[in-house]
Structures are given as C-alpha cells and as structure tokens.
C-alpha cells in the first residue's frame, strides 16, 4: 500500500514538473549556467531568453594562432542532456583542423568521450583550447591538419588570411577578425 501510494506521489510530481515544461535538462543546464565562470574570451548569448536550450557562444582567442578572431557557435542541447552532449556548430567558415567547412567540430568530449559528469564549462575550455592548440592528429579539415603538420609557420599564414576573409583553394572563408 506504502508503495502505490509513493507512486502515485511521484506520477503527480512528474505530471506538475510537466505542466511548469521543466525538464531534467532543463534543470541542469540553468545549474551548469549558474555555475559557468567565463574568462573575458568567452561571451553567452541567447537569441530566445526563454529557451536556455538553444544559444550562442563567442570566443575570441587573445593568444595563438587564432587571436584576434571572433568565432561564433551555436549549442542546441536536447532533453537527454547531461546523457548525450550539446551539438555544437561553428557558424562561420573557418580555416582549422578540427572544424570541417560545414562547422562540424572534432573535440573528443563532444564525441564519444563526452559523460554527464562533464558539463558546458568543460565544452566552453575545449572549445577556447581548440583556437590555442589546433590537434593536426585528430582533424575533420585533413588538408588544414596536413597543412600544420607540414609547416606551422606557413599554417599561421594562411590562418591570418583566412581570418581576414581570403579564399583558399578556391573555398572562401568568413572574415572573423575583430
């Protein structure tokens, strides 16, 4: 009897959690928000103030190969977080190993070493981490990955080009200097 009624409680705590459209996902991104401690090179925005799901970062690398740029990505979490990891996007078209043409992003813990303990501040420091050391070892874009590999001193060249607007091998990349 003691059982039925303790389920009876909680279908009636999940109908109200429900109700008030607070998912688990929910829940845990607001905490993950609460608890985000960006570094100037890192800025949130969300184009829908009332969907935390769905937002945008910057990151604006003041070091390395990529500073001075803007890089924008969209996160679009779904209601599995913390189980499944964000999917994350680059909008822009950027020269970069680990970010292919169409913005797919190589960064393992978006992949299969992602874990719900793991939270959008590790995805945050893997990203800014990706624009300090591009990993040539582990690309989606293999002729930039082979481009650093092969010189890294013509590499940063062509990345400041690119940066800057420039077409490369006939691909034309977004301009994301600030």
Known sequence: MIK??????????NAEKKKS??????IRVQKDLDELDLPRTIQLSFP???????????????EGLYAGGRFKFSFKINTDYPHEPPKVLCTQ????????????????ILRED???VLNLNAVLVGLQYLFLEPNADDPL??????????????F???VVQTMRGS????????????
């Open 4 to 13: 039925l009624m303790s389920l009876k409680q909680k279908k009636a705590e």
């Open 21 to 26: 459209g607070v998912s688990a996902a929910h």
């Open 93 to 108: 078209k950027i020269y970069h190993p680990n970010i292919d043409l169409d913005g797919n992003i190589c960064l393992n």
């Open 141 to 154: 874009n293999k002729e930039a990955a082979q481009a650093l590999r092969a010189n890294r001193q013509q």
């Open 48 to 62: 829908d103030p009332n969907n935390i799901l769905d937002f945008h970062v910057t990151v604006s690398p003041d």
């Open 156 to 158: 940063a060249q062509v």
């Open 114 to 116: 992602w874990k719900p």
């Open 167 to 178: 077409s490369i091998g006939g691909t034309k990349f977004d301009r994301v200097v600030a």
